[in-house]
């Protein structure tokens, strides 16, 4: 069974500091997701990676993606305090419909 | 843009009652998936549906638990009889997995969630 597991589960940091946030699945997923939550609120998709060396960015979130290691990271770049949220990675097992979620990581970005 | 539309927003239900939720998924997605979240924490997988039956569900999801899609459009969840664990916020999902729009992303689209909270 597909384990998703990311780290850091929490972590704060200054603005304008760069960091990224690690995603190690345990066997072999056909596609990985991450997502963004602020509180109380639904589940936004920020990015789908569907093959190794897979490389997305958007703004300030880059996210990558090696199968080979079966890692996936969100960069951040010069964090700004509205990227302050809980990210999601999830995995996707081959030839299943569920996607398995991290437990996520609460990033809190101080001015 | 299309979007995934749940009601009720919240629901508060005594022990052992019956609740369903209610969830219109995007119009030309294919499969559906309802998810469970406790106080912010890990979201979890509850049941995925396609072709008007289940292709997965968890442990969790067991014989309390229903799906449905009696009309075409609405999605709905059933909890038989409720438990104080079942407060959670449940989050509806539809994926155009099969829709052979987008190169199988099976990206998920969420909604909004019910708040379901069981006194």
């Known amino acids: 069974e597909l384990k998703v597991e990311q780290n850091p589960l929490f972590l704060s940091m200054q603005e304008g500091k760069n960091y990224t946030i690690y995603c190690n699945y345990s066997t072999t997923s056909d596609r990985l997701y991450w997502y963004r939550q602020d509180p109380g609120k639904s589940l936004e998709s920020l990015f789908v990676l569907l093959s190794n060396g897979a490389v997305k960015q958007e703004g300030r979130l880059m996210a990558s993606l090696d199968t080979k290691a079966r890692l996936s990271t969100l960069h951040i770049t010069a964090a700004v305090h509205d990227l302050s949220a809980t990210y999601f990675c999830a995995g996707g097992p081959p030839m299943r419909d569920k996607i398995i979620f991290g437990k996520g990581t609460r990033l809190h970005i101080l001015p | 843009e299309p979007e995934v539309t749940q009601t009720p927003s919240h629901q508060v239900t005594q022990m052992g009652q019956e609740v369903i939720l209610r969830c219109v998924p995007i119009s030309n997605h294919l499969y559906f998936y309802w998810y469970r979240q406790i106080l912010g924490q890990k979201v979890e997988f509850l049941v995925s549906f396609y072709n008007n039956e289940i292709s997965e569900k968890s442990e969790i999801f067991d014989d309390q638990f229903s799906v449905e899609r009696p009309d075409g459009s609405n999605f709905t969840l059933k909890i038989r009889s409720t438990k104080l664990e079942d407060s959670a916020m449940y989050f509806c999902?539809?994926?155009?997995?099969?829709?052979?729009?987008?190169?199988?992303?099976?990206?998920?689209?969420f909604g909004e969630g019910s708040r379901l909270t069981v006194l």
């Open positions: 999902a539809s994926s155009d997995l099969a829709s052979g729009r987008s190169l199988k992303t099976g990206e998920l689209f």
